[in-house]
């Protein structure tokens, strides 16, 4: 864990902790989460950032995600981390955001971290991936195993690993609006590290290297820059053996505090064996990003029952559109008038947000962690 963490953070751990021990004995609740997609939010809906947080609390009937998640990166097609641009609002905005959810007891927050690849120039999505990254002149740029190599070369000082610390300072001055407000913080860097198309930068390349990409952010931000606020996510892709090959050589050697996965495929149900195979860490277990709602009594589906992650995380504008990106309706979700999202908001084994049970927007304390 984050070295000498902050108490808040402690105490939050410690709740996940025990939902997960308290899931192994039987006891199954299960903490429902939201992702929030703020760039997208505020320049594609129009709307602003946390509007999907707010989007489900509609459709679930007032009660509201008692986790939220917002990104770091990738930005909004700039040519830099430039932290006076305009379009970077939605950055700023979603922080604000989280700061508020944790302020007003409304739940636990997380942040995850789309970096585009060290040096680019210009901080789009599709320079996070390796099939489109670009140069400035719009060429297509290699970023082969050596690039990366030299990339998470520290002990050389190279150039590509200085544009990575020009990266992780721009994300460090973005998380420490959290770290002066006391605010724990679940972060989760450098995902999908197994993925083996439409793969990130960092995926699908010689663990060891990959292990060495994550002691540079978790020494980077922990004792160069002192968070410690920040509880560890470490998240691979399903390992179908298609889209995801096996994680395990890629689990770092310090720093991850909860496992999780991400699944947008044969659900529901979810295949039991990712949550069978990470059962081995003893740690916290996390769906960090998926598609459906875990409960829809219609179709007789509680994946709760079946595997209580303790936290159950939706991605983004998936909660009411089809994870193709098409812009097509999510029939899982959307259909029967809503029904997927009202039967999970409602199940007794779902923990949401809010701070007062009384106002009919919470069935859970979260005062206690602060």
């Known amino acids: 864990m984050t070295p000498s963490p902050s108490p808040t953070a402690q105490k939050v751990y410690g709740l996940l902790v025990d939902l997960e021990n308290g899931a192994r004995a039987g006891n199954r609740r299960t903490i429902i989460g939201q992702h929030c997609e703020a760039q997208k939010e505020i320049h594609q809906e129009g709307s602003y950032a946390g509007a999907y947080y707010d989007k489900v609390t509609q459709l679930s009937g007032g009660k509201r995600p008692a986790f939220v998640e917002f990104d770091l990166g990738p930005g909004w097609y700039q040519s830099s981390f430039n932290e006076d641009a305009t379009a970077w609002r939605a950055t700023f905005n979603g922080v604000g955001f989280l700061k508020d959810r944790w302020t007003y007891g409304d739940g636990l927050v997380g942040l ?13 999505f599709e ?26 070369d520290w002990q050389n000082n190279t150039a590509e690993y200085q544009t990575l610390l020009r990266d992780l300072s721009w ?23 197994n993925k083996r198309s439409g793969r990130f930068w960092w995926a699908n390349r010689d663990p060891a290297l990959y ?37 395990w050589n890629y689990y770092p050697t310090e720093g991850a505090d909860i496992v999780a996965v991400d699944i947008y495929s044969g659900n529901p149900y979810l295949p039991g064996r990712y949550y069978t195979d990470l059962a081995g860490y003893n740690k916290p277990r996390m769906l960090a990003e998926n598609d459906k709602m875990p409960v829809r009594w219609d179709k007789n589906v509680s994946e709760i029952d079946a595997r209580p992650w303790v936290i159950y995380s ?21 259909e029967n008038n809503y029904q997927a999202i009202k039967n999970t908001y409602a ?24």
């Open 112 to 124: 995850g971290f789309h970096q585009p690849y060290p040096g680019s120039p210009v901080k789009s």
């Open 314 to 334: 939706i991605w983004g504008d998936t909660v009411i559109r089809d994870v193709s990106g098409s812009g097509t309706a999510n029939a899982w979700n959307v």
């Open 127 to 152: 320079n996070t991936l390796v099939e489109t990254a670009t140069n400035a002149s719009g060429q297509r740029v290699n970023l082969d195993d050596a690039w990366f190599k030299r990339v998470v």
């Open 211 to 247: 292990k060495q990409l994550w002691s540079i952010i978790f020494n980077y931000m922990t004792k160069t820059r002192g968070f410690n606020n920040l509880i560890w996510v470490w998240s691979p892709y399903a390992w179908d053996g298609t889209y995801g090959g096996d994680p």
């Open 171 to 193: 994300a460090a001055n973005r998380l420490q609006p959290l770290k002066d407000a006391g605010v724990p913080v679940l972060f989760r860097p450098y995902h999908e590290m």
């Open 347 to 370: 199940y007794e084994k779902i923990l949401t947000g809010g701070q007062q049970p009384p106002n009919g927007t919470a069935n859970y304390n979260w005062w206690s962690v602060h």
